[in-house]
């Protein structure tokens, strides 16, 4: 069997550009006080299908299993709320708990398992919405210096959205591929 190129993906909900700004802020701050810089190769987001590899060949079947997905979800509001972390190796921003957002995550994940049959795989792990600011290459140390400035550091963002993201790794940092409104009629052709 002959490997094919690939690249990873995810799904997400992006952050629009005044919330990811600030959250640049404090990806930028991890960075110049502890050397994290992995969290900075994505826009601020909220996944909701967790980073799997796709062949290249397949990334039209990626890009038309999204635009085909709809929802009755209206837009969600979401909230952010104050700093918190996963214990010592993720800190990010806490998303305020919404049954609407779960619900579309199960509704993509549903669809897309329908649409590309073995290619996407249900994440075993609770669903816990957030917007990261550090992961994988913050230290023990760095986490333990890091949190004592912003556990109680204050971090308030709304924003609205109906878009869902699929993003592509390139060579460095993770790119739109492809942006669809989850409440877009479907055209049949």
């Excluded at 897309?112 to 996407?120: D, R, V, Y």
Aim: proline letters at 9%.
């Amino acid at each position: 069997m002959i490997n094919q190129p690939a690249h990873m993906y995810y799904f997400a909900l992006v952050c629009p550009p005044d919330v990811d700004a600030r959250v640049l802020t404090w990806k930028h701050w991890m960075q110049e006080r502890f050397g994290c810089r992995n969290a900075l190769r994505s826009p601020a987001h909220i996944t909701l299908i967790p980073p799997f590899w796709g062949a290249d060949a397949a990334a039209a079947d990626l890009q038309q299993a999204l635009r085909s997905f709809s929802s009755n979800t209206p837009p969600l509001d979401i909230s952010l709320n104050g700093f918190s972390h996963f214990k010592r190796r993720v800190l990010f921003l806490a998303v305020e708990p919404h049954p609407e957002l779960s619900r579309l995550r199960l509704e993509l994940e549903a669809h897309l398992q329908q649409q590309l049959p073995g290619g996407i795989h249900p994440d075993d792990r609770p669903f816990h919405p957030h917007v990261t600011i550090a992961t994988r290459d913050l230290k023990p140390d760095g986490f333990l210096q890091a949190w004592q400035r912003l556990e109680y550091e204050p971090f308030d963002a709304v924003f609205t959205t109906d878009s869902i993201t699929l993003l592509r790794l390139g060579t460095d940092r993770w790119e739109t591929d492809t942006v669809h409104d989850w409440q877009a009629p479907l055209i049949k052709i």
